[in-house]
């Protein structure tokens, strides 16, 4: 269990692990928090935004859309590497997951695949969203992974928690693909070496 990381903790954290950071807008003040708690958190979810563009795409994880109200997550990782911060609370990014999947977060242990949505997942993690059209042939620059590595690494150190709290979304719910085109295995690897 773990209380929020502050807006200032998380730029100075993200910072330290050599992310290049880009504050949008009013990201400290940005939130869904009128819709239910945000905390405490236990992990990280990764995902694919299906668009392309830096500034269309950071703007659309800031803003939302008609349907689904921004923020659509924590921080907003960019082609180039660069780590925008579009929201600090509630973030409508994990949706309804499976509860079997958040204790083995909680537990740091692999998760099972995911066959239940009874469990809210934006109260429980934090998220980023990656610039990336998802479908499994837009490439993911070095930059841009290196950077998903940093951002997640930077949150785990904080917390204290190992690469396990890292998963993707299609780990945290069977509707989901995201993201595609790395494994979360391969990621949480990296996470994991970067920690040590």
Not at 174 to 179: A, H, R
Request: aromatic share 6%; charged share 25%; proline share 6%.
């Amino acid at each position: 269990m773990a209380t929020p990381i502050t807006a200032n903790s998380f730029v100075e954290a993200l910072k330290k692990e050599g992310v290049k950071v880009e504050e949008v807008r009013d990201w400290r003040n940005h939130n869904r928090n009128h819709k239910g708690p945000w905390g405490p958190v236990h992990g990280i979810v990764i995902h694919h935004t299906v668009t392309q563009g830096a500034k269309e795409t950071v703007d659309l994880i800031y803003d939302g859309h008609a349907s689904l109200p921004g923020p659509l997550a924590h921080g907003c990782i960019t082609k180039d590497g660069t780590v925008h911060l579009t929201g600090h609370g509630r973030a409508n990014h994990a949706g309804l997951g499976d509860d079997d999947v958040l204790r083995a977060v909680i537990a740091e242990k692999n998760p099972p695949k995911p066959n239940e949505m009874n469990t809210d997942g934006n109260r429980s993690f934090y998220g980023f969203e990656c610039e990336n059209l998802g479908d499994g042939k837009d490439p993911w620059p070095d930059a841009q992974l290196e950077a998903i590595e940093k951002a997640a690494a930077a949150l785990c150190r904080h917390h204290g928690w190992n690469e396990r709290s890292v998963i993707g979304h299609l780990e945290w719910t069977n509707q989901k693909s995201d993201p595609r085109g790395f494994t979360m295995d391969d990621m949480r690897a990296r996470i994991a070496a970067r920690l040590k």
